[in-house]
């Protein structure tokens, strides 16, 4: 029993020290999105989008904020499936999610039981499917 205090200590600890690590990592996604948006060739730059997001998109849980992990997800679906990277429409979906990622961190906007994000990362999703059943 004593271990389990422990470990639950331990992981409270670290839980504090998640937001700095989420914050990281949308600034990393923040950089990544200014590469792109400034890119002559858009189409070679949106693979550091498409890192930083899948970074996300697998570590967002972890650090206590799935529905931005969610938002993340559905933007590396969104650039695995696009057929043309420097469309202008790319642009804005990668800038849309980018931005939306940083207002649920500045939220606190953790998980589904905060209806803004939650409607927020749903619409991401629509526009997304929209696009993708017009281009394919």
């Given at each position: 029993?004593?271990?389990?205090?422990?470990?639950?200590?331990?992981?409270?600890?670290l839980s504090?020290?998640?937001?700095?690590?989420?914050?990281?990592?949308?600034?990393?996604?923040?950089?990544a999105r200014?590469?792109?948006?400034?890119?002559?060739?858009?189409?070679?730059?949106?693979?550091?989008?498409?890192?930083?997001?899948?970074?996300?998109?697998?570590?967002?849980?972890?650090?206590?904020?799935?529905?931005?992990?969610?938002?993340?997800?559905?933007?590396?679906?969104?650039?695995?499936?696009?057929?043309?990277?420097?469309?202008?429409?790319?642009?804005?979906?990668?800038?849309?999610?980018?931005?939306?990622?940083?207002?649920?961190?500045?939220?606190?906007?953790?998980?589904?039981?905060?209806?803004?994000?939650l409607k927020?990362?749903?619409?991401?999703?629509?526009?997304?499917?929209?696009?993708?059943?017009?281009?394919?």
């Open positions: 029993m004593k271990a389990v205090q422990r470990a639950e200590q331990a992981l409270s600890l504090e020290q998640f937001s700095d690590w989420m914050e990281a990592e949308v600034a990393s996604l923040e950089t200014d590469t792109f948006l400034a890119a002559n060739d858009r189409a070679s730059a949106v693979a550091d989008v498409f890192r930083s997001a899948h970074d996300m998109k697998g570590q967002g849980e972890t650090f206590g904020f799935p529905i931005a992990a969610r938002a993340a997800a559905n933007l590396t679906q969104f650039l695995e499936q696009i057929d043309d990277a420097s469309a202008p429409v790319v642009a804005i979906v990668v800038d849309e999610h980018v931005k939306a990622i940083r207002a649920m961190l500045a939220e606190d906007a953790r998980d589904e039981s905060h209806p803004i994000a927020l990362v749903g619409e991401l999703e629509k526009v997304c499917n929209d696009l993708l059943s017009k281009s394919g």
